[in-house]
Antibody
Framework: QLQLQESGPGLVKPSETLSLTCTVS??????????WAWIRQPPGKGLEWIGN???????YYNPSLKSRVTISVDTSKNQFSLNLTSVTAADTAIYYC???????????????WGQGTLVTVSS | EIVMTQSPATLSVSPGQRATLSCRAS??????LAWYQQKPGQAPRLLIY???TRATGIPARFSGSGSGTEFTLTISSLQSEDFAVYYC?????????FGGGTQVEIK
């Protein structure tokens, strides 16, 4: 059964870089059938897609975050990662990683999701 | 960017009653729409994809309908475990966007 687990610091200082890793177990991140995604949720608010990546393709990013986001994949470790630079309090959120189905034309729905990790931006 | 608008923001329903949740897209997304359920302290769970196909393990009381710009999630007979927040999400083009959510609460 596929499991995704986010890991990384729970506290980041303003203007610094938020770095998270998602470890995938129970499936290969090199599958042709999936993208791998990051999604976030500020406390008490809704969901925002950050970006996603195919194991051998270019990442896609939300235009609202594109200038600050980098998503990468490490197939040897079956992991993918998120870097978000120049963070502010507005980046405080629960960060989820998720598998995204792909049937060859466009990435589809997210399933499953990791449990999420709260990242707080504060000095 | 396609804006997804969900209504109502909060829906008060008695156990055993029917709940109807709406999701509207600012432009056509064809049938490229998913629904998720999120309970407090948990990650979202996929309920419906392709606007009307139930995900694996999802009870038959959950059903989705619609295409284009208007979509509906119906819970035919609310159970105690169904009180949660529900989100719609399109996957028609970039960027992927979610609706603001509908909270289904006990009446």
């Amino acid at each position: 059964q596929l499991q995704l687990q986010e890991s990384g610091p729970g506290l980041v200082k303003p203007s610094e870089t938020l770095s998270l890793t998602c470890t995938v177990s129970g499936d290969s991140i090199s599958s042709l059938s999936y993208y791998w995604a990051w999604i976030r949720q500020p406390p008490g608010k809704g969901l925002e897609w950050i970006g996603n990546i195919f194991f051998r393709g270019n990442p896609y990013y939300n235009p609202s975050l594109k200038s600050r986001v980098t998503i990468s994949v490490d197939t040897s470790k079956n992991q993918f990662s998120l870097n978000l630079t120049s963070v502010t309090a507005a980046d405080t959120a629960i960060y989820y990683c998720a598998r995204q189905y792909y049937y060859g034309s466009f990435p589809d729905w997210f399933d499953p999701w990791g449990q999420g990790t709260l990242v707080t931006v504060s000095s | 960017e396609i804006v997804m608008t969900q209504s109502p923001a909060t829906l008060s329903v008695s156990p055993g009653q029917r709940a109807t949740l709406s999701c509207r897209a600012s432009q056509s997304v064809s049938s490229n729409l998913a629904w998720y359920q999120q309970k407090p302290g948990q990650a979202p769970r996929l309920l419906i994809y392709g606007a009307s196909t139930r995900a694996t393990g999802i009870p038959a009381r959950f059903s989705g309908s619609g295409s284009g710009t208007e979509f509906t999630l119906t819970i035919s007979s609310l159970q105690s475990e169904d009180f949660a927040v529900y989100y719609c999400q399109h996957y028609n083009n970039w960027p992927l966007t979610f609706g603001g959510g509908t909270q289904v609460e006990i009446k």
